[in-house]
Structures are given as structure tokens and as C-alpha cells.
């Protein structure tokens, strides 16, 4: 059983271009999670989302940045015009149910895409 | 919304030697308690968990104790090994998981 699969590992971006990550959550998993974490610091989460649906964007910047899932294929998170502070790991976590009373919602990480902008 | 706070930020200790990360968090209405160990370049990777429902947990040389009234959780490493040595992240979560800051760990042999 594959795990979080993320795509790509390393992504160069110069200002001003757009950058697409990816992210296939683990078989049977239908929620997705994204979280950005700069060097040194911890994971700040972004969004979460549902196939087709997001549920919970509170931590996404307002303006550049969006995410779907869709119903085939893998989560995107977008980053338009993207500047050098946007640089940064970008992990996604993928889980089974998001919780509720007595349900199990272990998040599972991919490895990451490591996004430099120039 | 849910905050965490993770303590020390950085702890190195003596191969063999104990250690232990404590964490606290603000929302009582939390009730999942996962840790993730982060070695470098790579992803989060859970170690252990705990439920709102349980005191303490175990697993081979790793444990967590969980005081709800408090509202705080420690991760304990007993005879740690160089290859404890990594970041390790605490969370806390009702539907959406908010992370610790992160503790570096750096267990010399």
C-alpha cells in the first residue's frame, strides 16, 4: 500500500511564474491536508480538503495561493505569482476520516516538495 | 481556534539518557494527541498517539502521558540512541491538527 505520494520533490520557480504541487493521499484516504513549513520552524497548516470540497482554508494566504481535490486525480495546491518568501516545504497528509467523536483520523505525510523561488 | 506550545525547543542528551518533550494546548474540546518524528529532508513521520479517553500510552522505549485537565502531553524516550536524534512535532486535534513548534533532539554517542 503506497503512502502519500508528493510531486515534485524540488521545484525552482522564478518570481512572478506560477508553481503547481502535487499530492496523491494513501489508497482509501479521502481527506487531504496541506502545511507549509520554513526552515527551521514548524508546520503551519493551510488548508483541508475533501474530494471536491474544501473544508477548511483558514491558514491559506488570501491572494496567490489556492487548492482542490478533485474527484480523480491528485490534490493541487496553486501558487501564482510566487514570491521569494513563498519558499519553503510543502507536506501533505492525507487521512482516512478528519474525527469526530471516536473516529480515527491519523494523518499521514508525504515526503514533501521543497519549493525554492529565485 | 487551537493553540500548541512545545517545550524546550532543542534538547541533547547523553546516549542511554532520558528525554522528554512537553507539550500544552488551549482547546479542551481537543481530543487526538499524535507525535511525529522529522528527520532531515524528509517528512513528518508518526511515532506514537494518544486519545483523549487515556492517560498513557507505551510502546517500546517511547511514551506519552496525557493530562486533560491540565491540557497538557509529554513524549518520554527512554535509552535513547543516535538515531533519536531528529525533530520531533506534537499536535493536538479535534478535526483539523495544529502542530508544536518542534523540539531538536540530538542524542550524542
Known amino acids: 500500500n503506497a503512502g502519500v505520494m508528493q510531486n515534485p520533490r524540488h521545484l525552482v520557480r522564478r518570481r512572478g511564474q506560477e508553481a503547481r504541487l502535487r499530492c496523491s493521499p494513501m489508497k482509501g484516504h479521502s481527506h487531504v491536508y496541506w502545511y507549509r513549513q520554513l526552515p527551521e520552524e514548524g508546520l503551519k497548516f493551510m488548508v483541508y480538503?475533501?474530494?471536491?470540497?474544501?473544508?477548511?482554508e483558514s491558514g491559506m494566504p488570501k491572494e496567490r495561493f489556492s487548492a482542490e481535490f478533485p474527484k480523480e486525480g491528485p490534490s493541487i495546491l496553486r501558487i501564482q505569482q510566487v514570491v521569494r518568501g513563498d519558499s519553503a516545504a510543502y507536506f501533505c497528509?492525507?487521512?482516512?476520516?478528519?474525527?469526530?467523536?471516536?473516529?480515527?483520523?491519523?494523518?499521514?505525510f508525504g515526503p514533501g516538495t521543497r519549493l525554492t523561488v529565485l | 481556534g487551537e493553540n500548541v506550545e512545545q517545550h524546550p525547543s532543542t534538547l541533547s542528551v547523553q546516549e542511554g539518557d532520558s528525554a522528554v518533550i512537553k507539550c500544552t494546548y488551549s482547546d479542551s474540546a481537543s481530543n487526538y494527541f499524535p507525535w511525529y518524528k522529522q528527520e532531515l529532508g524528509k517528512g513528518p513521520q508518526l511515532i506514537i498517539d494518544?486519545?483523549?479517553?487515556?492517560g498513557e500510552k507505551k510502546d517500546q522505549r517511547i511514551a506519552v502521558t496525557l493530562n486533560k485537565t491540565a491540557k497538557h502531553f509529554s513524549l518520554h524516550i527512554t535509552e535513547t540512541q543516535p538515531e533519536d536524534s531528529a525533530v520531533y512535532f506534537c499536535a493536538a486535534s479535534i478535526e483539523d491538527m495544529r502542530f508544536g513548534a518542534g523540539t531538536r533532539l540530538t542524542v550524542k554517542p
Open positions: 494518544i486519545r483523549s479517553n487515556v
Open positions: 497528509a492525507s487521512s482516512h476520516t478528519s474525527g469526530g467523536a471516536g473516529s480515527h483520523h491519523t494523518q499521514y
Open positions: 480538503l475533501q474530494k471536491e470540497n474544501i473544508i477548511d
